[in-house]
């Protein structure tokens, strides 16, 4: 899950500086698990390629996106998850960390596939120009990061250790997947890159959705109607820090 408040989210948690030390090696050498580079695909305006995921190990490695844990994930809000809903990482679009619960993340089964979901986001905030940003829709955003969470599952060998049963969308992204995987011939795939369309997305989207509160739903606190269909990702960039200064 990709947070553009991602300096609140750290209130109740010290910040380890400059990056967990624990932490960063297992993020980078999950993202350098061989296959990754495989994954190859557009979903509505959001596009995933196993380049990046080699490019967000290096920016780890390099100190540029750092990693750190967090006690725990302020609520951002009624409108962020559902009731009951609780997530053990983000991406901090703010501070351009990825935010896990602890140090030693990634260690239990399953865990590097939310690092690779988490990598998502931080791939997207790679791509911004310095002094530019990068609106995403959320649910395309997210959508894509639980896709490709699965795509790494069935090419990189992976067990699911209940993947599907994350309430996310992730049961319907490996049905697509596995069936990109076993004919990809029904897919638009151009140089071996899916162009997934809305129709054959939309089960994935729809979960996502009810799973993020990205609909319409009745807000307890009024009573009233509220939309954010149209809520959306805005990433300014990772800049490159010297002795001169960032850039």
């Known amino acids: 899950m990709a947070s553009p408040f991602g300096q609140n989210a750290l209130k109740k948690a010290p910040i380890p500086k400059p990056t967990n030390p624990t932490l960063a090696p297992t993020v980078s050498q999950t993202l350098r698990t061989p296959g990754l580079s495989k994954i190859s695909f557009r ?13 967000v190990a290096q920016a780890v490695d390099s100190g540029r996106i750092k990693c750190w844990t967090v006690d725990e994930f302020e609520s951002q809000g009624t409108d962020e998850l559902p009731d009951g809903r609780l997530v053990e990482s983000r991406y901090g ?15 239990k089964p399953g865990e590097d596939q939310t690092i690779v979901h988490e990598s998502v986001h931080a ?11 990068m609106t995403t ?16 599952i069935r090419l ?10 994350g309430g996310g969308g992730e049961a319907e992204a490996l ?3 596995d069936q990109a995987v076993r004919d990809p011939g029904v897919f638009n795939v151009v140089n071996g890159k899916f162009f997934f369309t809305p129709e054959e997305t939309q ?12 609909k319409k739903f009745i807000d307890k606190t009024d009573g009233l109607p509220t939309d954010r269909t149209g809520a959306v990702y805005t990433y ?11 850039k």
């Open 43 to 55: 979903l509505g305006s959001v596009e995933v390629t196993g380049m990046q995921f080699s490019q």
């Open 93 to 107: 679009i703010q501070s351009n960390a990825m935010l896990f619960s602890r140090a030693d993340y990634g260690k």
């Open 203 to 214: 089960a994935l989207r729809y979960a996502v959705s009810m799973s993020r509160n990205y």
């Open 175 to 177: 049905e697509l997947v």
């Open 137 to 152: 829709l959320s649910i395309e955003d997210e959508a894509a990061a639980v896709l490709a969470a699965a795509f790494y």
């Open 236 to 246: 300014n960039g990772v800049p490159v820090c010297g002795k001169k200064g960032c």
């Open 156 to 165: 990189c060998g992976k067990q699911e250790h209940g993947f599907k049963l």
């Open 123 to 133: 791939a997207f905030d790679l791509m911004v120009p310095a002094k530019k940003t």
